[in-house]
């Protein structure tokens, strides 16, 4: 049997974008507000934006509206007694990106083709 070295050896790395989650029916909408909507929101409530709860610009939802950190997603979720529930999520920077990207092993978790 021949022995693999590590040159010969190649990882898939799926497509950023494989499948729209948004067109699922149970994903709610989300839209990225504009400048425009994003003040008349703050103003509205008083608020500023590091006050409106979070979401990570590595969340699915998030990239596939392509939304960047400091801008504002409106997410509109069906609701049994309201019919619809309109809530804000400010888009920040996900501080564990390394746990989104393909990186070599170490040697000390690599196991030989004799160990397998």
Same mark, same amino acid.
């Given at each position: ?18 499948? =729209? ?7 709610? =909408?989300? !839209? ?17 934006? =590091? ?12 990239? &596939? !509206? ?14 049994? !007694? ?12 996900? =501080? ?13 978790? &690599?196991?030989? &083709?004799?160990?397998?």
């Amino acid at each position: 049997m021949k022995e693999r070295t590590q040159e010969e050896c190649t990882i898939a790395v799926p497509p950023k974008k494989y499948y =729209d989650i948004l067109g699922h029916k149970l994903v709610p =909408d989300h !839209t990225i507000l504009s400048e425009k909507e994003k003040k008349e929101l703050l103003e509205k409530y008083n608020i500023r934006p =590091d006050q409106l709860p979070r979401i990570l610009a590595t969340d699915p939802a998030a990239l &596939s !509206t392509g939304a960047k950190p400091g801008q504002i997603i409106k997410i509109i979720r069906k609701s049994p !007694t309201a019919k619809y529930t309109t809530a804000y999520r400010l888009v920040v920077e996900s =501080d564990t990106v390394e746990s989104f990207s393909f990186t070599e092993p170490s040697e000390e978790f &690599s196991i030989s &083709s004799e160990e397998m």
